[in-house]
């Protein structure tokens, strides 16, 4: 197999797989400036295939130093306009070659994700239709962004007028690493900014090799750098830039606050944040095709083995139905078990790294030791791949830690209810809004019911639905940014008041 080739099978993933080496030219330098360089301190990072154990690539670990010369260079191109200043119709048709770029190497960018952090390849390729997508999206938006003339007299002339904010630092996370990107990158570059990624160091590899793909696109020198690296360096160096004018990040609410704090400690620069989810599905009991519906409230949590900031990890069933209800969660789950993230076929593959891998087994032991139920799962399997198999506890309550807290791995948290009341309650009583779902068939208990949660998304009679044209999101402390339709382009924008007084 050839990394230009479309594998269908598992052996086709896994020659593939073994064309990809530094020797081939597996890119883990930094990307500054148009050119792909060793971090300044020569220091490198580590990163493994958590399916097999295996050490992947030792990549560039950046940090102060390789920040302040990507700003300084990401300045010099937002002043200099090449990007900044051309006109929309030739940044979209730009930002359109790239995504052509992505659609030709798809196979092997999904492979880089799926080797760096072990989800399934199936999977993989499904983030890279919705980066590839997200990237067009953004840029078809390009030029119908209008800006406003205000109501005046005759003796004015007032615009509003959009214009791109400078330079824009994207943190990524490691759970979608492409999908993530193209969500941050996309509505930035398309506003006309100079933009510094910062790919997770768990998930470096994709991020380089779209940085390849960008300098093939003709992004011109400077517009678009990618810093591998490690949070608390290069990370931390980037939020406390005084030159830069935005920070974009998606990953725990904790870091989410230092970012913050990092920024009022700086330069007062924009902060958009997508971060920690506890997020609520909720069935009610008269919901139609109980089989069906338990399906996706398994798939809603078991998905990319759990690590997802909008899994459906609590789940709220009314009392009536709920023992049926979950046995078919219980056998919806049995179909969705881990395997080999190379085999198109496996639903799961492994979690990203030894800590996660560890974290997550902790909070199972703590269920057990709180006292809810344990109905599935709850132990690692054995070998040398990091795989935790799909784990449900029944009988939560909303002060067991598992119910509360993220755990960003396969574990459902059961509750029951009685009453609407009594749902609405429970699902709001959470420190995160980020996504919420609600199955029934009453559209007046769906209306009531949706205005009243407070989550920044609501999903009715499905899990996860909606396209590029939805913005994506939270409330509370999942954060107070948008990704994904025209109203992210708008976020990378600043207005600016034009009044020309007129002789009359």
């Not at 989800?119 to 406003?148: M, T, W």
């Not at 993220?406 to 995160?432: H, K, M, Q, W």
């Not at 949706?450 to 989550?455: D, G, P």
């Not at 999903?459 to 590029?468: E, H, L, P, T």
């Amino acid at each position: 197999m050839s990394l230009a080739s479309h594998p269908r099978t598992h052996a086709d993933w896994q020659a593939l797989a073994a064309e990809l080496s530094v020797e081939k030219g597996l890119e883990t330098r930094a990307f500054i400036n148009d050119v792909f360089v060793a971090a300044a301190s020569g220091e490198t990072l580590e990163t493994r295939n958590p399916a097999t154990g295996e050490v992947l690539a030792e990549v560039a670990s950046c940090d102060a130093a390789d920040a302040d010369v990507a700003v300084s260079h990401a300045r010099a191109a937002f002043d200099g306009g090449d990007w900044s200043r051309l006109a929309p119709g030739k940044r979209k048709k730009t930002l359109l070659r790239l995504a052509d770029l992505m659609e030709a190497n798809k196979a092997e960018l999904a492979l880089l994700d799926t080797l760096d952090m072990g989800k399934p390849v199936s999977s993989a390729l499904g983030d890279l239709v919705g980066a590839i997508g997200c990237l067009r999206y953004q840029a078809e938006c390009i030029d119908k962004l209008y800006g406003e003339v205000a109501p005046t007299g005759e003796e004015a002339l007032a615009l509003v007028l959009r214009e791109p904010l400078g330079v824009v630092a994207c943190i990524v996370p490691w759970n979608f690493p492409l999908m993530m990107t193209a969500w941050k990158i996309a509505p930035a570059l398309a506003a006309g900014n100079s933009v510094i990624l910062k790919p997770s160091e768990k998930s470096p590899l994709s991020a380089l090799r779209l940085a390849s793909l960008a300098q093939e696109a003709g992004l011109p020198r400077g517009v678009f750098q990618v810093l591998p690296g490690f949070g608390h360096t290069v990370g931390k160096a980037l939020a406390l830039s005084m030159e830069v004018d935005c920070l974009a990040f998606t990953g725990s609410t904790g870091v989410g606050k230092q970012l913050m704090q990092y920024a009022g400690q700086s330069n007062l620069k924009k902060v958009f944040l997508e971060c920690g989810g506890k997020s609520p599905n909720i069935v009610f009991a008269d919901c139609k095709d109980l089989d069906r519906v338990a399906k996706h409230a398994a798939a809603a949590i078991f998905h990319n083995q759990g690590e997802v900031c909008i899994a459906g990890s609590r789940l709220l069933v009314e009392n009536s139905i709920r023992e049926a209800f979950v046995d078919k969660v219980l056998a919806a789950a049995e179909a969705m078990q881990p395997g080999d993230p190379l085999d198109p076929a496996s639903f799961m593959g492994a979690m990203v790294d030894r800590a996660q891998y560890e974290r997550v087994i902790d909070f199972i032991r703590r269920g057990v030791e709180e006292g809810a139920t344990l109905r599935a799962g709850g132990e690692a399997l054995e070998g040398p791949g990091l795989f935790i198999p799909p784990t449900v506890f029944d009988g939560v309550t909303e002060h067991m830690a598992i119910g509360r807290e993220e755990i960003f791995g396969p574990v459902l948290a059961v509750f029951g209810f009685d009453s609407e009341e009594e749902a609405v309650r429970l699902a709001n009583d959470s420190d995160y809004g980020l996504a919420a779902g609600l199955w029934s068939q009453d559209i007046d208990r769906i209306m009531r019911v949706t205005r009243r949660l407070r989550s920044g998304q609501v999903f009715v009679n499905n899990w996860a639905g909606g396209d590029q044209t939805m913005p994506f999101g939270g409330v509370k402390q999942s954060g107070n940014g948008r990704d994904k339709s025209h109203h992210s382009l708008e976020e990378y924008s600043d207005l600016k008041s034009v009044w020309m007084t007129l002789a009359t």
